[in-house]
Antibody, heavy 113, light 112 residues
């Protein structure tokens, strides 16, 4: 059974770094890409970035300078790191795979002092 | 980056009514390999999105056949033939032809 589960701090202070983990089961990271998508409260979906099955990455153009996505295939985990956080980064962060077929439940991240 | 424009932003429908949602792209979504990577998702309140249609018109397994997708190039349409209560929520198109991936702004389907 395929599962994706996001984890990370619910509250981050402005200018700090956000670190999120997506732990997957039921499929291999070396055969599937994993994407991060975020959703500010009451707003639409925004593609954040992806790590491909071969390990290369792609990022949202507007976030590229602050964003890093990596993985540990032995632990079936994908990591998102975003620095210099601002209040506009407050959102639910989802990880998803298989062309948006599989989704985690999301983790709410609030940027506030 | 590719911009996807969805219209209308809000759609009011009665149960049983047929409705359509448009998704227009700023660039052709036809990939050099001949595929067009345009998907449709539905997000119900408080839930992660659900994949309905992929590659423009292919229905994901388990999705009712009242949903259908069509289009090519830059113009795409999602049609619901006979809205049911469980169809209410926000619909998004998303393209995977070009990097970076991008989503449309969403269309909220509500009861009239």
């Amino acid at each position: 059974q395929v599962q994706l589960k996001e984890s990370g701090p619910g509250l981050v202070q402005p200018s700090q770094t956000l670190s999120l983990t997506c732990t997957v089961s039921g499929f291999s990271l070396t055969s599937n890409s994993v994407h991060w998508v975020r959703q500010p409260p009451g707003k639409g979906l925004e593609w954040v970035g992806a790590i491909w099955s071969g390990g290369s990455t792609d990022y949202n153009s507007a976030l590229k300078s602050r964003l890093s996505i990596s993985r540990d295939t032995s632990k079936s985990q994908v990591f998102l790191k975003m620095n210099s956080l601002q209040t506009e980064d407050t959102a639910i962060y989802f990880c998803t795979a298989r062309s948006y077929l599989w989704w985690g439940q999301g983790v709410m991240v609030t940027v506030s002092s | 980056d590719v911009v996807l424009t969805q219209t209308p932003p809000t759609l009011s429908a009665t149960i049983g009514q047929s409705v359509s949602i448009s998704c227009r792209s700023s660039q052709s979504l036809l990939h050099s390999n001949g595929n067009t990577y345009l998907n449709w998702l539905l997000q119900r309140p408080g839930q992660p999105p659900q994949l309905l249609i992929y590659l423009v018109s292919r229905l994901e397994s388990g999705v009712p056949n009242r949903f259908s997708g069509s289009g090519s190039g830059t113009d795409f349409t999602l049609k619901i033939s006979g809205v049911e209560a469980e169809d209410l929520g926000v619909y998004y198109c998303v393209q995977s032809t070009h990097a970076p991936r991008t989503f449309g702004g969403g269309t909220k389907l509500e009861l009239k």
